[in-house]
């Protein structure tokens, strides 16, 4: 019951941050940009909001991008993040997919635990490797606007990237910790007297005691 229990905390913990990951990587809010304090650029047209697809100006009533499709000519902390973010967005969907058959409420015919224990733990390295995708992009690319640009605050597509960060970190460790791909034991074990033997094992019944083989004889 426990294990039920935590598989489905890192599910729904990993298909959260699967979403957030995509959110982030759908919008253009990473960080805005201004030399100068937060009202001073909205009256001057000049705040600024950079992300991997577009840069957009931001003032009242005005909220207008200019898309970077010159890939070539882009910085390299850009071209990354794209790249990572949409691997992490491509990687979240099998994942989410690979753990939504391994629940305990869902069968596929008759589908032994192990093989359900075996596809939580490839869906969770999978939200590891997501995890590790969003942590470098929602780190390295601050860093790289700031060095370029007056770096002035973040925004809101970054926290949401770091929320899917930590989210499917959380998901993919307690999914992979808390699943058990070893196949039960075969070996007999002796409880009160008594054999027990496995489906599995198919072990070799235990030869009679000595003191069966003398009241035999007595007969």
């Known amino acids: 019951m426990a294990n ?8 729904l913990l990993g298909s959260l941050g699967w979403v ?19 009202n001073t650029c909205k009256k001057m047209d000049e705040l600024g909001a950079k992300g991997p697809w577009a840069d957009c100006v931001i003032s ?12 070539l000519e882009l910085p390299a902390y850009i071209q990354i993040t794209r790249a990572l973010m949409v691997t992490a ?5 099998p994942a989410v997919g690979i753990l939504l058959m391994s ?8 589908d032994p635990q192990s093989s359900k224990n075996k596809r939580a733990i490839l869906g969770g390295v999978l939200l590891l490797l997501v995890a590790i995708c969003g942590l470098v992009s929602t780190i390295w690319f601050p860093i790289g606007a700031h060095r370029e640009q007056a770096l002035m605050s973040f925004g809101f597509s970054l926290y949401a990237g770091w929320v899917g960060t930590v989210f ?20 007999p074990y002796q409880e009160n007297n008594h ?25």
Do not use: E
């Not at 009242?60 to 890939?71: D, E, P, R």
């Not at 629940?103 to 008759?110: Q, S, T």
């Not at 499917?168 to 039960?184: E, Q, R, V």
């Open 4 to 11: 039920s229990c935590l598989q489905l905390s890192g599910f």
């Open 20 to 38: 957030s990951i995509l959110i982030a990587t759908a919008t253009n809010d990473w960080v805005l940009l201004c030399k100068y304090g937060l």
């Open 60 to 71: 009242t009533g005005l909220y207008h991008c200019v898309s970077l499709t010159q890939i």
């Open 89 to 93: 967005s491509i990687l979240g969907l």
């Open 103 to 110: 629940m305990p409420c869902i069968n596929l015919g008759n």
């Open 168 to 187: 499917c970190l959380l998901g993919g460790s307690i999914l992979t910790c808390s699943s058990d791909s070893s196949p039960p034991s075969s070996r």
């Open 195 to 219: 054999f027990y033997y496995s489906k599995q094992g198919g072990g070799q019944m235990p030869a009679p005691s000595a003191t069966n083989h003398a009241k035999s004889a007595h007969v």
